[in-house]
């Protein structure tokens, strides 16, 4: 088992708006926080979901982080985002799932445990990658929310599903798992 910096492995959070053409990714700033990486369990603990506030100035209301946990917990995490949103996953790209997730007020949502299959043909390079190269990885969450405009910013509301945590190569608004795009 090895510590990281968790801000490593700070996920990018997709939201997709049914009915509106909207669609964010968030970098979730995890520094200072430290996980842990057990390659040959296929857990990673204490990974940080989703924070308040985005780098990109938009805002998480309290009450949306709250009543998503359970939505959060137990959520599929695939390898890459799907070709086809409206095919169904392949059961190949289906990497681990997020386990003990908790809301903590004024910080956000975290899982106690990411736990993935360590026979999965892509988890050597994923354990590899989080320890030594964590800027060639991010977490990317397709989710369905409401959004409201407040004070000339957006404001997630209510996140009503979340359809799966991807593991991408390339985040939407991140270099790597820790640094925002200006």
């Not at 060639?136 to 969450?141: A, E, I, K, M, Q």
């Amino acid at each position: 088992t090895s510590l990281v910096p968790l801000a490593y492995l700070a996920p990018c959070v997709c939201l997709y708006v049914r009915g509106m053409d909207v669609s964010i990714c968030e970098f979730v700033d995890n520094r200072g926080l430290t996980l842990a990486v057990d390659a040959a369990a296929g857990v990673v603990k204490n990974v940080k979901l989703l924070g308040a506030k985005s780098a990109n100035g938009r805002t998480y209301s309290e009450a949306a982080m709250r009543d998503a946990v359970t939505l959060y917990e137990g959520s599929k995490v695939y390898l890459n985002h799907p070709v086809n949103s409206k095919e169904p996953r392949r059961v190949e790209d289906r990497f681990g799932e997020m386990r003990g997730v908790s809301y903590k007020p004024g910080e956000g949502i975290f899982a106690e445990v990411f736990a993935y299959n360590p026979k999965h043909q892509f988890a050597e390079a994923f354990a590899w990658n989080a320890e030594h190269a964590p800027h060639s990885l991010g977490f990317s969450h397709n989710i369905v929310g409401k959004t409201s405009t407040k004070n000339g910013g957006l404001v997630v509301e209510s996140i009503s599903k979340v359809n799966s945590v991807d593991l991408v190569a390339e985040p939407a608004t991140t270099r790597g798992l820790h640094e925002s795009l200006d």
